[in-house]
C-alpha cells in the first residue's frame, strides 16, 4: 500500500496547484470599519465560457481515505468555498506521473485550483459536505479523469 | 421607531433582488454518485470587467438592528457564500422609496444579489462573520448609497 501523508494547507506550499481562499494578508477596511475585505484571492480562469456558481453537496469520506482516480479540468479553474467550519481533504498532483499530495484545510479556508491542475473529487471529512463552486459554465465535457495503477492511502500527517 | 421583522429566506420570495445559493431542487450526481451538484445557481453579472472572489470577515450584528444606510452595485452583481453553518441577516430595498425587507438565512444558504439592487452591509449574526464574495473586479467606485431620513429596526420574526 503506497501512503500519503497529510499536510497543513498554507498559500505558500499549495501556490502550485491553486490559491487558498481565507481572511489572511491585505484586507480593506469597509462598511464604516466593520468589515475586512481580502480583495481577489482567486485566479479566475473560465476561458471563453461563463463563470458561475454551484452547489455540491458531497458525501464525508473519512481518513485512511484509498483513492485511485484523479481528473482536470482543461478549460477553466473550479474553486470550492466550504459552507460549513469544517476542515476538508484537497488532493492535487502535478501530474500523473507524480506522486499526489492530500492537504488539509483549518476549517477557515477554500481553494481555487488553477485551470488544468490535476486534483481529486471533493473529499469533506464531516457532514454536511456543502460547498460553493465557482467554475466554467459550458456545454463542453471539460474532465479528464487518469486511474493510477495502484491504490493511494491518504493518512493524517 | 420603525421596525421590520425578519422573514425566512426562500427562493421564492428572494426572486425580485437576487438568487438563493442553497442544496435545493434538481441535481446532477457527479463523482461515481457520491456527490451532488446543483448546477449554475446565480445570475453572475460583472459586465465587461472580471468576476473575483473575495474574503470578507466581518463583525457579528444582533437583533434587533438597527440602520439607516443601504447601497447598491451599478455595475455589477455580488454574490456572498457563508463560510459557516450561522444565519445571517439580508436586508434589501425594492428602491430607497420602498420599505426594506430583513430575510433571515437558515444556515446552509448563500445569497448572490442581482445587479444594482439596494442592500444593507454585510450582517452576520455569529462570530466568525466569514464569507466568500464573488462580485466585480475593477477600477471604478461601482457605489451608491443612500441614507434614510429615519432609522429603521429589525426585529425577529
Known amino acids: 500500500m503506497q501512503t500519503i501523508t497529510t499536510e497543513a494547507l498554507t498559500a505558500t506550499a499549495f501556490a502550485p ?3 487558498v481562499l481565507e481572511a489572511a494578508g491585505d484586507f480593506r477596511l469597509i462598511n464604516a470599519g466593520l468589515c475586512k475585505r481580502h480583495h481577489d484571492r482567486a485566479r479566475i480562469d ?3 465560457a461563463r463563470t458561475g456558481i454551484s ?4 458525501e464525508p469520506r ?3 481515505y484509498a483513492f485511485d482516480l484523479i481528473e482536470r479540468h482543461p478549460e477553466g479553474s473550479q474553486a470550492f468555498v466550504p459552507m460549513t467550519e469544517h476542515r476538508f481533504l ?3 498532483a502535478s501530474s500523473p506521473a507524480d506522486t499526489p499530495r492530500a492537504f488539509l484545510t483549518n476549517g477557515a479556508q477554500g481553494i481555487n485550483l488553477h485551470r488544468g491542475i ?3 473529487v471533493l473529499t469533506p471529512l464531516h457532514a454536511p459536505g456543502l460547498f460553493a463552486v465557482v467554475d466554467r459554465i459550458g456545454d463542453t465535457p471539460n474532465l479528464q479523469e487518469y486511474r493510477y495503477p495502484q491504490t493511494w492511502t491518504v493518512i493524517a500527517g
Chains 1, 2 share one sequence.
Do not use: E, K, Q, R
Request: proline content about 5%; hydrophobic content about 55%.
Open 17 to 19: 496547484f491553486g490559491d
Open 46 to 48: 473560465t476561458g471563453d
Open 55 to 58: 452547489i455540491f453537496n458531497a
Open 62 to 64: 473519512a481518513l485512511p
Open 90 to 92: 484537497v488532493i492535487v
Open 118 to 120: 490535476w486534483h481529486g
